[in-house]
C-alpha cells in the first residue's frame, strides 16, 4: 500500500472513529468481516491496546488482515494463534505456535 493510500484511510478512520466507538459503546455496531476491523481500528486509535476474541482461527485472520490495512503501521496489530492440538491429546502444539504465543 502507498503513503498516500495509508494517510487517506486514516484520514477516514478519524473521521468515523467517533460514531464507531459510540455505536460501540451503546451495542449498535454488529460485528461482521467489515465492521469488526473497522471498529478495532477505530478504538486502536483512541491509544491503549486492543483485544479481539473471535470465534475461529479463519475469522481471526480476516480480523487481523483488516486491521492492519487499516492502521498506520501494521506491525501494530498481533495474532495471538490458537493452539493447533487438542487439549485432550498427548501431542505438543507446533513449535511456530509456543514461539508466537511466547513472543506476545
Known amino acids: 500500500m502507498a503513503a498516500g493510500e495509508t494517510r487517506g484511510l ?47 482461527s479463519s475469522e481471526a485472520d480476516l480480523v487481523v488482515e483488516g486491521a492492519r490495512a487499516l492502521l498506520e503501521d501494521p506491525s501494530d496489530v498481533a495474532l495471538w494463534p490458537a493452539w493447533d492440538t487438542h487439549p485432550l491429546e498427548r501431542v505438543s502444539p507446533e513449535v511456530t505456535t509456543m514461539a508466537a504465543r511466547a513472543r506476545l
Open 10 to 56: 486514516t484520514r477516514v478512520l478519524d473521521l468515523v472513529s467517533p460514531q464507531l466507538v459510540l455505536a460501540l459503546n451503546e451495542r449498535r455496531l454488529t460485528p461482521n468481516s467489515v465492521a469488526t476491523p473497522l471498529a478495532l481500528s477505530a478504538l486502536a486509535r483512541q491509544g491503549g491496546p486492543t483485544l479481539a476474541i473471535v470465534p475461529s
